[in-house]
């Protein structure tokens, strides 16, 4: 049985409206995976900061190595720069290495979109790791006690520096001490120290005087950060649905006015919010010690200057997200004492994954009167050298400093006075590299140094030490690498998801094009035959078989233009 031209006609439009269907819909989707964009819906689901994420689950107890390895200065010739014949000479010993491990605590996600915690670190030695045991190896340092108490009265006034003199002289203090490391770094017994505690002990809380120990004695501070926007929308959202459904009316906008009065506060400032930065401190969006006053201080507009706000800070365990090359980032840490501002300084890989080098700029140690971001450094409108951050209003007001390790980036002066410092790039600057699409740092060196200035002429005893900065210690806090579960899951995220995302949204535009040509070829083709004549009497008379019946035969015959239409025989052979 012959298909009739008209079916044929129909069932090609039919396949041709199929193909153009498919093909408008396998381009949709490739369209729609663009806009939606399913690799960043999952990283905003499982990568932002709210109760019981993946990042959230990460950040309470990061499982990041993170070691410290300490570097001590050894004074080679006490007794010639006593006697004031040669410059003092040190010599670097270590690494000797800690672990740091960090722990969030207290989490608490507030009604205003900002979160709350304590950070808790602890150290534990890793001898393994350490040229020596600090507790056997012994080195000569100076008399940080005397020397920095010495230094902090000649600071106040001539007869404050000579009335310590004579307090301290029959105490019988050595000005050099020959202590182990470990006495050095956690604490030596001192007399001037337990006198001092004795008699103020709200000011000075512990017996022993040791450069890690006050470093590392942040006690338990509440830092606040600013959630990003989609999780303050979203707890936001929540609370509303609370509120409207089991708050009556009238406590519901007393709610609204006493949550979000912070957050409408902080959308008026000049600045946006930056996502994960510090927005409060121990209660506090400012440094006291630096001249912060609250924000109702009659002269607050005049004393808070960028030097001393922490708001925009960050404590450097989580970063906003999609960094730009731009960013110049503000890290604190309690030990610190300020801010350091890092900056992007190269891109590059870590493990097969993107990355963004940051490094402290080298600006970080400075200070200037005329320079709100670092005015409030200077002491009675005095600055201290290039290179040189004050950390005396943390050290009990002892004059020490801090800047990066034998003092590169900072005033050549330094180096130059002491005897056994070369200042490096690759063993002394500082570098963060993070991810740029999730903002977390994948490997870290930080690098500071803590140095004692002295100024002490009026002492005779003393006198070599006048006007020097004398290195202590330097130590490099390092993530080396991230664990293999997070370098898979940055992998899959950054390294593998988008290139398959690519790849299927290529396949579907692909597909959909094609579709649609293979359509249009159909109906091109499909017109192209309909141009032509169908005469049936042609059909008739070429064919090998008539079946048209014959009266139905003489009615075709009038559309032949009088040409008679002949039955033709069929012809078989035979073959017999």
Not at 315 to 340: H, M, Q, W
Not at 503 to 528: D, H, K, M
Request: net charge negative; with cysteine.
């Amino acid at each position: 049985m012959t298909t009739s031209p008209a079916f044929t006609m129909v069932s090609k439009r039919k396949r041709v409206v199929k193909l153009c269907c498919l093909g408008v819909l396998f381009i949709t989707l490739a369209y729609a995976i663009i806009v939606i964009d399913p690799t960043e819906v999952i990283v905003e689901d499982k990568l932002s900061m709210y109760e019981g994420s993946y990042l959230n689950r990460l950040w309470k107890k990061p499982p990041l190595e993170v070691f410290i390895s300490i570097y001590v200065f050894n004074v080679t010739n006490p007794e010639a720069f006593m006697r004031g014949e040669e410059r003092l000479r040190v010599q670097e010993i270590g690494p000797y290495v800690y672990q740091e491990f960090l722990e969030h605590r207290n989490s608490t996600f507030n009604p205003n979109g900002t979160l709350s915690f304590v950070p808790v670190r602890r150290q534990v030695f890793v001898p393994e790791r350490s040229v020596g045991d600090p507790k056997e190896d012994r080195i000569m340092i100076p008399n940080i006690a005397l020397l920095g108490v010495s230094s902090a009265a000649y600071r106040m006034s001539t007869f404050a520096a000579f009335a310590v003199a004579a307090a301290l002289k029959p105490l019988g203090m050595a000005p050099i001490l020959n202590i182990t490391t470990h006495d050095l770094l956690w604490g030596y017994d001192d007399p001037l120290v337990r006198i001092a505690s004795t008699l103020l002990p709200d000011i000075i809380h512990f017996q022993k005087l040791g450069v890690l120990d006050r470093m590392f004695d942040d006690g338990y501070d509440t830092v606040t950060i600013n959630l990003p926007e989609s999780v303050r929308n979203q707890q936001r959202d929540n609370e509303d649905s609370i509120i409207d459904d089991e708050i009556p009316d009238e406590l519901a906008d007393s709610l609204h006015e006493e949550y979000y009065h912070d957050m409408i506060t902080q959308s008026k400032r000049e600045e946006p919010i930056r996502d994960y930065s510090i927005d409060v401190w121990n209660g506090s969006p400012g440094l006291a010690h630096w001249g912060y006053v609250a924000k109702d201080h009659w002269d607050a507009d005049r004393r808070n200057t960028p030097c001393n706000t922490l708001q925009g800070s960050y404590d450097g365990s989580v970063f906003p997200r999609n960094i730009s090359k731009t960013e110049v980032f503000k890290v604190y840490r309690k030990a610190f004492c300020r801010t350091l501002p890092i900056a992007f300084e190269r891109e590059g890989e870590v493990d097969g994954i993107k990355a963004y080098w940051f490094s402290i700029q080298e600006n970080a140690f400075e200070s200037s009167i005329d320079d709100p971001y670092t005015s409030c450094y200077c002491k009675n409108n005095q600055c201290l050298p290039k290179g040189l951050g004050d950390l005396s209003p943390c050290w009990y007001n002892i004059p020490v400093a801090v800047s990066l390790p034998h003092f590169y980036k900072g005033d050549p002066s330094l180096s130059q006075a002491i005897d056994g410092l070369s200042p490096n790039k690759e063993k002394h600057d500082a570098v963060i590299i993070m991810q740029p699409q999730l903002g977390i740092p994948m490997k870290a060196n930080i690098r500071v140094q803590i140095s004692l200035l002295t100024n002490v002429s009026f002492n005779s005893e003393l006198r070599p030490f006048h006007n020097t900065v004398i290195p202590l210690i330097w130590a490099e806090m390092s993530l080396e690498k991230l664990t293999p579960e997070l370098i898979l899951l940055l992998n899959l995220l950054f390294g593998i998801a988008p290139y398959l995302q690519t790849g299927f949204v290529c396949v579907l535009a692909l597909l959909g094009a094609s579709l649609l040509a293979t359509a249009a070829l159909v109906l091109l083709c499909s017109n192209e035959v309909a141009t032509f004549e169908y005469d049936p009497r042609k059909s008739i008379r070429y064919s090998t078989v008539n079946m048209i019946p014959y009266p139905l035969r003489k009615e075709l015959e009038k559309y032949g233009e009088g040409e008679i239409i002949r039955r033709e025989p069929l012809l078989i052979e035979n073959s017999a």
